[in-house]
């Protein structure tokens, strides 16, 4: 009778047994092997996947669910109404926050957190300080997160040409100091979806009532109200726009946030047909009416020189 044991190997290699049960082991050893690998290339697979979505599936910290509604600030009518247009009229909803705006606002200081996709390549996400005036046109900011090629940019409709002030970041800007540009040129827009000159709520407002008007016109879009949401510490209705492809709309979805006391935009986010993530607004830190003047947007109160 034979009895099974394991192989032995002598030092001269002769008499060497290879026994069934061992060469089944690595049998077994192997297909282990394969299975490992293949789970492991489907999980690569899925995550790779995963990355490619994951802007549609986006939510920003600074933006939360809520349950129930505001508690204070807002009358229990306005309320009531601001629901109802949510639901019906997104294009009347606007038209009321762009009448309340003109008659309530004058200028603000804000904290804008931006973040755009610019030739493709989703940008790292800005933090701005922004001080705005109405009359007339006037804007400054200051990087102080992620600043692009310039740190400051400074602009004041009918001064300067009709140029913005920019100053470089960094060893530049002792190098050749503060640059006029036009808002919308070349070197502007490689670094902005939006020049300086549309910057603000009231434009923000504007321009979601012309893409309305032109989707109401073609009887296109699918429209919602998403319910309420906190941004930045402020209660806010959320709204949704669906558009089909078309070149002269600017997103496949738009969610934009309307502060239920202020009547203005908290935040705007947009996603192209590819469900990627192509601009994120928000504003926080709002204070409205501090009383800016003319000094306030002159390149000395905002860190810049000019060459004389």
């Not at 005036?133 to 040409?161: C, H, T």
């Not at 640059?179 to 009231?202: C, H, I, S, W, Y």
Request: glycine content about 6%; charged content about 25%.
């Amino acid at each position: 009778m034979e009895v099974l044991v394991p192989a032995i190997r002598r030092r001269d290699g002769v008499g060497e047994r290879r026994l069934p049960f061992m060469s089944l082991k690595r049998a077994f050893r192997a297909s282990n092997i394969r299975v490992r690998l293949l789970v492991g290339l489907m999980l690569a697979v899925l995550f790779c996947i995963q990355c490619t979505r994951s802007d549609a599936f986006r939510v920003h910290p600074l933006v939360k669910q809520v349950s129930g509604l505001p508690a204070a600030g807002v009358r229990p009518q306005q309320l009531r109404k601001l629901e109802r247009l949510a639901r019906t009229d997104h294009l009347a909803l606007i038209d009321w926050a762009l009448e309340h705006y003109r008659e309530s606002y004058r200028d603000y200081t804000c904290t804008l957190v931006k973040q755009e996709r610019i030739a493709g390549q989703l940008k790292t996400e800005q933090w701005i300080k922004v001080k705005y005036r109405e009359q007339p046109f006037s804007v400054a900011m200051a990087w102080v997160k992620n600043a692009p090629i310039g740190d400051r940019v400074l602009y004041v409709e009918g001064k300067y040409n009709g140029q913005m002030l920019v100053r470089p970041a960094g060893l530049l800007y002792k190098l050749i100091g503060t640059q006029m540009r036009k808002p919308d040129g070349p070197e502007a827009m490689a670094n902005t979806l939006r020049p300086v000159t549309m910057f603000g709520f009231r434009r923000a407002l504007e321009s979601l009532r012309r893409v309305y008007t032109l989707a109401a016109s073609r009887g296109e879009g699918v429209c919602r109200f998403l319910g309420y949401r906190e941004v930045a510490g402020r209660y806010a209705l959320a709204l949704e726009r669906v558009l089909p492809p078309h070149e002269d709309y600017p997103a496949k979805t738009t969610i934009w946030y309307l502060d239920t006391e202020w009547l203005v935009p908290l935040a705007i986010e947009g996603w192209d047909w590819d469900d990627r993530l192509t601009c994120s607004y928000l504003y926080r830190d709002v204070k409205f009416n501090v009383g800016l003047t003319d000094e306030d947007f002159t390149p000395e109160a905002n860190g810049m020189r000019l060459k004389r």
